[in-house]
């Protein structure tokens, strides 16, 4: 796990998952950003080409490494938390701002109840995010749930100004405690692969015991 004092050096290169190298990724920076803007709204422009270019799907939890890798996902349509903070880290490291991952568990108040029912629990787990370095300091970003979804429960969409930290909706439009952080795994330089498959598997067991561990190439 990397620390708040580690060289800005190991939050710009390309790694597995963030493969900001790839064609792809670059036609998807360039597209959402431009030269001779500011760091701030190079970020901005990225995060929302994220947030909202891509709805967010909680059900179809990828095991498979080189399909979590931005790469792959910046061709898709959908995707979980932990592929959208994929890119969105991409993207900025493309653009030369460091960037680093952030995971915790969250607790869903107004969850649906099919996604409830599915994961057997209002936890969220290992739900990813982005720390950007800009204008001198560590910025979260949550790119994860989209507008349209957002409108769908009732909750505002997240936005993001560069400046300051967006990671929660933690109430609805009506005032009801919409969402919380129980749990804080900590900052990485890129997706803890293994971390990952353990906790899901540790607290969603049943999705596994159903399907079995096809769906994992570690």
Known sequence: MQTLEDNFDSYLQPTYYLDFEHPDVQDFVKTHTKPEQSDINKAIGLYYAVRDGYMYSPYNVILQKELLKASYFVKQQSGYCVEKANLLASGARAVGIPSRMGYAIVRNHIGTERLEAWLKTDKLVFHGFVEMHLDGKWVKATPAFNKGLCD??????????????????????????????????GIFADLPFEKFCFELKKHYAHLWDEKGDESENT
């Not at 100004?161 to 009801?176: A, K, L, T």
């Open 152 to 185: 769908k429960l009732g909750v505002s969409a997240l936005e993001f100004d560069g400046r300051e930290d967006s990671i929660f909706q933690e109430y609805d439009r009506e005032g009801g405690k919409f969402m919380d952080y129980i749990h804080d795994y």
